[in-house]
């Protein structure tokens, strides 16, 4: 049984991570509308897709890149002439450093939107996790490598457990034989 759980544990640790559809976005690439600007800084950003509304609002989907992609950076520049409204959809990020006149994450919508009123050049960055990443397994990696850790010790407390059980059954039938009160020497008599 638990040869097949850690078998399993290493299967899933292998299996890559599926993504159907994204776009790569190489560094200073300028997605731009009426009310402004967003300029994309090192490193790369992939989303599942962007797309640029006539009112003003960019929208990025960046489920499951979020992990694999971990921090997206820009220079975002407001022209002050309208409301420019930035939608990052995906899980919360753990920062957001930004000077816009709005940061919130929507939990309801599974968005982060920012919005920028006034004329302003500032950085965006966005930042997912704190610690190492895991390969395959995007923002979950750390979860399922902490997982299959915890699945590892209870195989190995289970197994030695088991081991101290039969070494006490082994001991009893050693005293229950009565070998464990007999002599050493065998006993001279006249």
């Known amino acids: 049984m638990w040869k097949a759980l850690i078998l399993l544990s290493l299967i899933f640790l ?10 790569l976005v190489t560094q200073n690439v300028v997605l731009h509308n009426q009310y402004g600007q967003l300029t994309t800084k090192p490193p790369n950003q992939q989303y599942g897709s962007f797309t640029l509304y006539a009112n003003g609002t960019m929208f990025f989907d960046y489920r499951s890149w979020e992990g694999p992609v971990g921090i997206f950076s820009f220079t975002a520049e407001s022209y002050g002439n309208g409301t420019l409204q930035l939608r990052f959809k995906g899980i919360q990020p753990t920062q957001v450093t930004q000077s816009a006149a709005t940061s919130t994450y929507s939990v309801p919508n599974t968005w982060q939107e920012i919005t920028y009123t006034a004329s302003q050049t500032s950085p965006l960055i966005i930042v997912f996790g704190v610690g190492p990443s895991f390969p395959g397994f995007g923002g979950l990696g750390l979860a399922f490598v902490i997982g299959f850790i915890l699945i590892l010790l209870f195989i190995i407390v289970s197994q030695v457990t088991r081991k101290a059980k039969d070494e006490e059954s082994e ?11 007999q002599p050493t020497r065998p006993v001279l008599t006249s």
């Not at 292998?14 to 776009?23: M, Q, R, Y």
């Not at 009893?172 to 464990?180: S, T």
């Open 171 to 181: 001991f009893r039938k050693f005293i229950d034989k009565g070998l464990y009160n």
């Open 14 to 23: 292998l299996i890559p991570e599926g993504h159907s559809a994204s776009v």
